[in-house]
């Protein structure tokens, strides 16, 4: 089965910039899309940035132009590189996986524990 753990997360102020990566264990094929999720203070849980082994991504409105998603198939990991950090940026944020291309990233079967990543103004 497969097993998703996150690290990177911390406190930064405005403008900072954290990377994220989501390790994943178990049996990972190539046609899997991940991505990040993450669920600030009183929001709902949003889809902030997937990607595919067929070179897709996707970003959500209030990422793009500041975060990249990645993934090193050697290594199994999936990373999100965060670069001008705002404070409504502050979440727990989630990797997820699931079979299919970027586009089908909507119910993810496997989720990880999550990192908190804080901004302060």
């Known amino acids: 089965q497969v097993r998703l753990v996150e690290s990177g997360g911390g406190s930064v102020e405005t403008g900072g910039s954290l990377r994220l990566s989501c390790a994943a264990s178990?049996?990972?094929?190539?046609?899997?899309?991940m991505g990040w999720f993450r669920q600030g203070p009183g929001k709902e849980r949003i889809m902030v940035a997937a990607?595919?082994?067929?070179?897709?991504?996707n970003y959500a409105d209030s990422a793009k132009g500041r975060f990249t998603v990645s993934i090193d198939n050697a290594k199994n990991t999936l990373y999100l590189q965060m670069n001008d950090l705002k404070p409504e940026d502050t979440a727990i944020y989630y990797c997820?996986?699931?079979?299919?291309?970027?586009?089908?990233?909507?119910?993810?079967?496997?989720w990880g524990q999550g990192t908190r990543v804080t901004v302060s103004s």
């Open positions: 997820a996986a699931e079979y299919g291309p970027v586009s089908a990233l909507v119910d993810p079967d496997y």
């Open positions: 178990g049996y990972v094929h190539d046609r899997y899309a």
């Open positions: 990607a595919d082994n067929n070179g897709r991504s």
